[in-house]
């Protein structure tokens, strides 16, 4: 094992009564875009919460630079990595602004006063997500895809070096979808921002991501680069889906074609 | 500041004055000023003994209420989540009948806090489910009820055991009153009020995060059930704040926070806070004009008035909820 980055360690994980993941040893490569994929129920969400220490393992650990996950002062691990949970729901009324500013609480004092840094980082995510011209919009106001990007912002103003999102693109149009994870894209390649993301759809996953985590019902197909990972073969053992793979005649990435 | 910030304190201002000129004797703004510098006339007597004790309680008292109730409706989502709705002010109450009934010489805001957390922590025990499914807060809010029942029947229960005069007094007390408030009513309440208000304060860092799901608090570093916890335990001292000095006055906690947020057009927990307490103040107060005004020569209890106010509310609200399907 190595120490670096995020990393799981033999790691079991059990909704209710169910195990969902046994045994599961990887690592989530350093300052890039990963997505975990896999049949619905088979235990992706519940990784991706272990990961971020929203639900305690039954077994194994999860570890953050070598460091388990549960000995991490609370706090430091906030500055660390960031989650945005699927389909959050915002406060009644609540702004763009407001919300966005939030995401700055794990580096603010116990009565520390907002910063200028505070400000400036908030106006940097709001500018990333594209949404500058809208912060003093009440939430409930915005379309699907302007509200998934102000909750990105949230994420984003908590500045942290690990990104985790639980299927961002849900409930959004193939466009917005496409917007949504260029975005998340560019985090990656301007900070240097270790992204961790829950996909449903396999084309999306194999174009935007670097590496790719395949989970099937009885835990891990195959994890490494989409053109390793996305092939027939393990489509049939993850999914027990008959496809055809062919090269996306866009990107060149793996593009899945459904028998 | 926008203009809309300043109307709860002018409403507040009016309801004050309102509430210290009319009574049986109506007196003139010109006649309390008189009395309250000179210290002599019917506007001194108004001011010190009669109608100013009463009218500074139940400011204080609404105000711990709109406040509480405001807790409990931001951390539960639910309009109907109030102190009031979910039992802790019946469980204060009983605490306080209780202690007459038995002779337990304690503070009446001690037994009240007692009652209330109770309550509170029989609510949280009664919700619980077994299994990973999260306890929904109307599951809460329902048993809320059951124990308010439960908790008002015991009280009555209690009463009928009591000597006529006491049981007389009990009864009225219960359903929320103002009558004969001294000034240590009014101190106790604003000193008590005035502390939990100052440990909300500090509380609503937490709650700004809290308000956004239990996983988005956790990413950003909060310990969502330890301050969950604080924030139950706040409202809840905050409503026996005011159970002790009013009696288990109903539906001021879970009116004020909606009201005063669209009077003040204020959405952030902090400002809903503030607008809920000084509504809560202004209705509290009207509340008690109108009982006390209303039938001449009659006191009505100020909880009969709130009550008035209050089930309309309620039956709108819950044919909205219903129409909204949270129901």
Redesign the interface.
Known sequence: MTHTGLATDRLSLAYGDRIVIRDLTLQVPERRVTSILGPNGCGKSTLLKALARLIVPTGGEVKLSGQALGAIDTRVLARQLAILPQSPRAPDGITVADLVRRGRTPWRGFLAPWSEDDGRICAQALEQVGLQEMVDRPIDELSGGQRQRAWIALVLAQDTPYLLLDEPTTWLDLAHQLEVLSLLRQRNRDHGTTVVAVLHDLNLAARFSDHLILLGADGLVASGAPDEVVTEDRLRQAFGLEALVVSDPVTGRPLVVPR | MKSSSLVLPLLLLGAVLLSLMIGQVVLSPLQLWTGLWSGTGPGALTLRVLRGPATFTAAGAGAVLGAAGTIFQ?LL?NPLAAPDVMGFMSGAGLAVVAGVAFGISLPLPLLSAAGGLTAAVAVALLSVRR??VMQSSLTLILVGIGVSFLASAASSFLITRMPPQEAADAQRWLVGSLAARSWQHAAQVWGLGALMLLVLALQV?AL??L???D??A??????PGRARNGLIGTGVLLAAAGVAVAGPVPFVAMMAGPLGMRIAKV???GARLCAAAMTGAVVTILADVVARSIVPGVQLPVGVMTGIMGAPYLLWLLSKEAEAGEL
């Open positions: 931001i989502r299994g990973p860092r700004k995060v308000e956004l799901g996983e988005l956790a990413g950003l570093g909060l310990r959405t952030a927990p």
